[in-house]
């Protein structure tokens, strides 16, 4: 069996219904100074917007487009919550490989996430309940970008 | 209004129906060899294990005892999946302070934690359907007591 092993947690995906006020909510009753705009990332039908701790980042997410995969998730958590967490991987390519050789279900060719680098799914199935992403590590850190 | 922020994210919850197992499928699947071992937490009605990452951790909770807040969440969500944030504060009795002048319910007197230092939670309703722990920093590094 090849080696590999994921690396840092990255980030933890939060589904909402409306992120203009969860960004409200992180600013005003958590007071976090460091919250990014949303931005459109049509690919995975998401809009998106980091929340940045001193260390630790919560992804905001929510739908973007008619065909989003967190549509459904609010459907069945009207309030949202949360949808995944990510694990930061050295090469994608050799993680989807390493994964597949283990048995988990990996749900999508590589593509281009919310930090600029290739990443993929896994099925939570496989994984105790979670939707786990994996991300290749950013070569500069985009996390402020 | 005090001024107060939340700190870095100490810890993402994952709540696990068979902890021996979760332990055994972030090893075997993920190669995460820095792992804890199972220590039950009374107060709690907990069983957790602590998955340390190069940076960022994974606490994974299982039902201790007969009134486990976590029976309910396996209930519903039988695989398991993830249960709450937790975020560090320098002192828990001004995020108490904080959170209730900001109009966040907090459900239950500080208490102690996995971590050794005291521990509140957060209304999800509050916070967007996220169940939010929130942590005084640890004086040490007890991650990997």
Same mark, same amino acid.
């Given at each position: 069996m090849?080696?590999?092993? $994921?690396?840092?947690?990255?980030?933890?995906? $939060?589904?909402? !219904?409306d992120i203009d006020a969860a960004i409200a909510m992180y600013r005003e009753k958590f007071g976090v100074t460091d919250i990014t705009?949303?931005?459109?990332?049509?690919?995975?039908?998401?809009?998106?917007?980091?929340?940045n701790? !001193?260390?630790?980042? $919560?992804?905001?997410?929510? !739908?973007?487009g008619d065909n989003s995969p967190i549509t459904k998730y609010l459907e069945r958590?009207?309030? @949202?919550?949360?949808?995944?967490?990510?694990?930061? $991987?050295e090469d994608i390519r050799e993680a989807v490989t390493a994964m597949e050789t283990r048995g988990m279900r990996v749900l999508n060719e590589?593509?281009? @996430?919310?930090?600029g680098t290739?990443?993929?799914?896994l099925h939570p199935g496989d994984a105790g309940g979670v939707l786990i992403e994996l991300m290749e590590t950013p070569k500069a850190d985009a996390s402020h970008a």
């Open positions: 090849p080696k590999f092993n $994921v690396g840092p947690l990255n980030h933890v995906g $939060v589904a909402v !219904p705009e949303p931005k459109d990332l049509p690919p995975q039908g998401v809009t998106y917007a980091f929340v701790l !001193p260390s630790g980042q $919560v992804e905001l997410i929510t !739908p973007y958590n009207p309030k @949202g919550g949360q949808h995944h967490l990510c694990f930061e $991987v590589p593509r281009i @996430g919310a930090h290739l990443v993929v799914f």
